[in-house]
């Protein structure tokens, strides 16, 4: 096979490669416009919940969960598919810097972990998550996922001494748009500080105890959809930026190949026509020849 017969091959192979980091750069941009009408929403139910939370815990502070004996837990966000550049590292970073200082989860600098996406689990190295659970692909995924975490903490509860609370501190990309931020979040941390000040107790049509519970699960409904929802818009701007690196550098080097089968077609036309002329004076030589004789 010729050189530029190689070239030929390679070129038509980038072509390939091309067509699909292609479609996976459109199902990334698809994912991050399914997700940019998700989150405000979810930001806001969120926010409207940590405002009344504030609120209650406010009048009612001994409902507060207590953090005193809890077990922690560290749950890290990662991504279930590849392509996003150094998502999954700037946690695993972030996390040994928590580590480092002793503010993974409730003083203890080795609490409980538990991982979500593939991804993320294979790059842990020597560390051994409690649990490790497959992330979503796809934002119709995230309410499957949330139940395998539901049910994976209530087996690390169930393993637990009786009466022990976990304590859950979550770590995740947010959907800023230079995919850098990392979020740390404790949920319920904060609710005794209310945003506004009340000189009167809330209105309650329940009993202040049914309330806390029904308000704290549906606090953790929301900011683990809206956590997940935020992760997953970050991953794919990471792959969509990551794609389109990649396609800028084929189209680089296809071009590059390009030009060079072009040049050793152009050799090869050149030799062609030199093949050719010479063959004509041969021809014209002995037709001169023939003719004296």
Same mark, same amino acid.
């Given at each position: 096979?010729?050189?530029?017969?190689?070239?030929?091959?390679?070129?038509?192979?980038?072509?390939?490669?091309?067509?699909?980091?292609?479609?996976?750069?459109?199902?990334?941009?698809?994912?991050?416009?399914?997700?940019?009408?998700?989150?405000?929403?979810?930001?806001?139910?969120?926010?409207?919940?940590?405002?009344?939370?504030?609120?209650?815990?406010?009048?009612?502070?001994?409902?507060?969960?207590?953090?005193?004996?809890?077990?922690?837990?560290?749950?890290?966000?990662? @991504?279930?598919?590849?392509?996003?550049?150094?998502?999954?590292?700037?946690?695993?970073?972030?996390?040994?810097?928590?580590?480092?200082?002793?503010?993974?989860?409730?003083?203890?600098?080795?609490?409980?972990?538990?991982?979500?996406? +593939?991804?993320?689990?294979?790059?842990?190295?020597?560390?051994?998550?409690?649990?490790?659970? @497959?992330?979503?692909?796809?934002?119709?995924?995230?309410?499957?996922?949330?139940?395998?975490?539901?049910?994976?903490?209530?087996?690390?509860?169930?393993?637990?001494?009786?009466?022990?609370?976990?304590?859950?501190?979550?770590? @995740? +990309?947010?959907?800023?748009?230079?995919?850098?931020?990392?979020?740390?979040?404790?949920?319920?941390?904060?609710?005794?500080?209310?945003?506004?000040?009340?000189?009167?107790?809330?209105?309650?049509?329940?009993?202040?105890?049914?309330?806390?519970?029904?308000?704290?699960?549906?606090?953790?409904?929301?900011?683990?959809?809206?956590?997940?929802?935020?992760?997953?818009?970050?991953?794919?701007?990471?792959?969509?930026?990551?794609?389109?690196?990649?396609?800028?550098?084929?189209?680089?080097?296809?071009?590059?190949?390009?030009?060079? +089968?072009?040049?050793?077609?152009?050799?090869?036309?050149?030799?062609?026509?030199?093949?050719?002329?010479? @063959?004509?004076?041969?021809?014209?030589?002995?037709?001169?020849?023939?003719?004296?004789?």
């Amino acid at each position: 096979m010729s050189k530029r017969q190689e070239l030929a091959e390679r070129i038509e192979d980038l072509t390939d490669i091309k067509g699909i980091l292609n479609a996976m750069k459109n199902l990334a941009l698809m994912e991050v416009h399914k997700l940019g009408r998700f989150l405000p929403a979810q930001q806001r139910v969120v926010g409207g919940i940590e405002e009344a939370a504030a609120d209650f815990f406010h009048f009612h502070p001994s409902l507060l969960p207590s953090v005193e004996g809890a077990c922690p837990v560290f749950l890290v966000v990662g @991504s279930e598919r590849g392509f996003c550049g150094d998502f999954n590292e700037s946690l695993l970073a972030e996390f040994d810097r928590c580590r480092a200082k002793g503010t993974t989860g409730n003083g203890d600098p080795s609490p409980l972990l538990v991982t979500v996406g +593939h991804k993320l689990t294979m790059k842990l190295g020597g560390l051994k998550p409690e649990a490790a659970l @497959s992330g979503p692909s796809v934002t119709e995924e995230v309410p499957v996922v949330l139940v395998q975490l539901m049910e994976a903490l209530e087996d690390l509860q169930r393993h637990r001494p009786i009466g022990t609370r976990l304590d859950v501190a979550i770590l @995740s +990309h947010g959907s800023g748009d230079n995919g850098r931020a990392i979020m740390l979040r404790r949920p319920f941390r904060e609710f005794g500080r209310p945003r506004a000040s009340y000189s009167h107790p809330p209105r309650l049509t329940l009993p202040p105890p049914e309330v806390a519970t029904r308000l704290l699960d549906q606090y953790l409904f929301a900011v683990l959809h809206w956590i997940f929802y935020a992760s997953l818009m970050a991953e794919n701007r990471k792959r969509f930026q990551h794609m389109d690196q990649a396609l800028q550098q084929l189209e680089k080097e296809t071009d590059d190949l390009t030009r060079k +089968h072009h040049v050793l077609r152009q050799e090869e036309i050149t030799q062609e026509i030199a093949v050719i002329m010479l @063959s004509a004076e041969a021809v014209g030589e002995n037709g001169t020849n023939v003719v004296d004789k």
